[in-house]
Each structure stands twice: as C-alpha cells, then as structure tokens.
C-alpha cells in the first residue's frame, strides 16, 4: 500500500509565525472540504511515562496556543494533571499535510469554559454530567441510567457546566508542518520557541 504524496513547503513561502500559518492550512482544510478537520489526536503520558493517545476536537486556537475541552477526571485528564505535556497531530491526509505541536498544557480560566459550555448542544451538556469518563462500567444500561438522572436533575432548565468538565490549552513551543513530497523527500519546517524568541529549523525527511 503506497501513495505517493505531492506539494511543496519552502522557506521563503513560510507565515512569520506558527499561528499565521496554522490559520492558512486550516483554511485549506476547511476549503478541501476534509471531514472533521479539527479533529487531532492528542498524546499524553502518565509521570512515569506511560503514552496513551486519542482523537479530540480542537475548539479554539489562537496565539496563546490551542485548545479542547474533556471531563478532568478522565485518564487523559490525570495524565496532565502529573505530567503536563502533551503532542497534538493534525492529520490532514488527503492534503498530504500534517501539523504537529508539542507543548505544556494548563486548564483554561472557568469562565472560558463556561462560555463554550452554554453553546454546546444539550444533549452534550447531560451528557458531560452523565458519564464518568474512562472508568470501567458494567454496560451501557449504566450510561442510560446516568444520562436519565441528568434529565430528571435538569428538566427544561438551564445546564451548568460541572466542576469536573472544562477546557485545557496547549501552548506549544513547537510547530511542525509537514508538507508530503515524492519520494518520501518531504518538506519539515519547524518552528521552536525558547525564551521568547522563535526561530524556524528544517528537519530531514
């Protein structure tokens, strides 16, 4: 099974920043008409080092960094909390592109949350109340169960966001776009930031 990639991504064509330039691809996958092109997966570990990784929804970004939200109990939620670090992947296949971040990870300000929490589809809001994310339940007779406890609580009133659900922000120190060429030669222009100044590398294919 072999696809080979086409494109081109040069210095010279570069944004001054990762933003800029996260913002022109993520036209383009807007544009291409790419399924769920703010789907990324996002990969944590544990303090002792142990990866676990998964698909999320990035909901914002800007030049503070990027960010989603999760209930904070979750398994990916207590990675953070021990170990906060975290990679981003941006899989844009069909554009032969990806967008790789690295960066330290903190929980956005409540009322943040709380914004995204009121636009969200009801069904979305019992349902953060509902589910006590990555533990180990008995069937899904119990999820049925705790999503009717959640409507009878809430009725047709309004759904606060709970203490346990919220966002976190990925402010990255590094941006890789990774454009596919042939041969497997690809394009890797990274930006990396350290104490404030931002320089831009080329990595091998």
Do not use: C
Not at 37 to 54: D, F, Q, V, W
Request: hydrophobic share 40%.
């Amino acid at each position: 099974m072999r696809t080979e990639y086409t494109g081109e991504l040069a210095e010279e064509k570069l944004a001054a920043s990762w933003f800029d330039q996260f913002a022109t691809w993520f036209a383009d996958a807007l544009e291409a008409g790419l399924p769920e092109p703010n789907a990324m997966l996002l990969a944590t570990a544990t303090a002792e080092g142990r990866p676990s990784a998964r698909t999320v929804l990035l909901k914002a970004y800007d030049q503070r960094g990027f960010t989603f939200f999760t209930n904070y109990d979750s398994r990916k939620g207590h990675d953070l909390a021990g170990n906060p670090r975290a990679t981003l992947v941006f899989p844009w296949y069909h554009l032969h592109r990806q967008v790789i971040v690295g960066g330290t990870v903190t929980k956005i300000p409540r009322e943040e949350t709380e914004e995204y929490f009121a636009v969200r589809p009801r069904g979305a809001q019992l349902g953060a109340w509902a589910s006590p994310q990555s533990t180990v339940i008995g069937s899904r007779a119990d999820i049925e169960g705790w999503l009717a406890a959640a409507e009878r609580r809430f009725g047709d009133g309004p759904i606060e966001a709970p203490p346990h659900w919220g966002g976190f922000r990925v402010a990255p120190d590094e941006v890789e776009f990774w454009q596919g060429r042939a041969s497997r030669l690809h394009d890797r222009l990274r930006y990396v930031t350290a104490d404030g100044v931002t320089r831009v590398e080329r990595l091998a294919p």
